[in-house]
């Protein structure tokens, strides 16, 4: 004869489960064995197998404990028809979420590696590829504190967040060319790569050319000063600039070496 009982150890084998999920499920009147002995050992069914199957997929499409209980005690239908249309767009959003997560630590990996590999202070000029930007007036003044900055890029994040979107590297600012030959570093645009969904009003393009390129690790004032001599290099060198300047963010918080230490790079179109 077909074994139709099976002890809670024998039952957990047959499920690839362990012997303590089945009893929580009793205690919580999930899944109950199908018959209890006086001496209190507890059988299940063979067929109970089939029940123990829809409670793990009710839990893998991320039912609460409450969700599931209902479900099994009043099967409907239409109604986990319903249920199973509900928990088919938090998968969706949810799968959108982890594409998200993974293209953003590639890029962060991708950042940091160049960082860490850069040769600082020196001027590089090399041929670029496009870039699409996606830029965002910053609207800062010269009496900004520091305060005012942080408080203005979490509201520039929150905005992202309840996009549920996640801005892409590379991240950075526009300073305007004129501004820095006056001595001035307001940095006029924050940029992050452009989205499909990027308005045609904010979307920039940095063309396709030779671009001057250099990385400086210092503070505020090392960095001003690494610009200006920046810009000294390329009019010394008979290249005319053609564009503003791109600052672009090196993961600094990462690699800093002192709390006032950041490290970005700079580039401008010449020729």
């Not at 590696?113 to 020196?122: G, I, P």
């Not at 504190?145 to 991240?171: C, G, H, M, T």
Request: net charge negative; with cysteine.
């Amino acid at each position: 004869m077909e074994k139709q009982l099976l002890t809670t150890g024998e039952f957990a084998k047959l499920c690839g489960t362990q012997k303590g999920t089945l009893l929580f499920y009793d205690k919580e009147g999930l899944l109950k064995p199908k018959h209890v002995s006086e001496n209190g050992y507890r059988y299940y069914d063979i067929d109970q197998y089939f029940e123990f199957d829809l409670l793990s997929m009710l839990k893998e499409v991320g039912s609460s404990l409450k969700e599931i209980k209902t479900h099994l005690r009043h099967m409907d239908g239409e109604g986990f028809m319903s249920f199973l249309e509900e928990k088919q767009v938090v998968a969706k959003r949810e799968l959108n979420r982890l594409r998200q997560r993974a293209l953003m630590l590639g890029d962060m990996a991708e950042c940091l590696r160049e960082a860490l590999n850069f040769d600082y202070d020196v001027l590089v000029v090399e041929q670029q590829e496009e870039e699409r930007l996606e830029v965002t007036p910053t609207g800062v003044t010269p009496s900004e504190s520091r305060w005012e900055f942080i408080l203005r890029f979490a509201e520039y994040n929150d905005v992202y967040k309840q996009q549920e979107q996640k801005p892409r590297f590379p991240f950075g600012f526009i300073l305007g060319l004129d501004d820095v030959r006056r001595g001035s570093h307001l940095e006029r645009y924050s940029f992050h790569r452009a989205r499909r969904t990027t308005p045609r009003s904010r979307l920039h393009v940095k063309p396709e050319g030779k671009c001057a390129t250099l990385a400086h690790k210092g503070t505020d004032e090392t960095h001003r000063q690494a610009l200006v001599g920046m810009l000294e290099k390329i009019d010394s060198a008979g290249m005319a600039i053609k564009s503003d300047i791109y600052v672009y963010d090196m993961m600094s918080y990462v690699i800093k070496e002192t709390g006032d230490s950041y490290a970005v790079k700079y580039c401008a179109l010449v020729e």
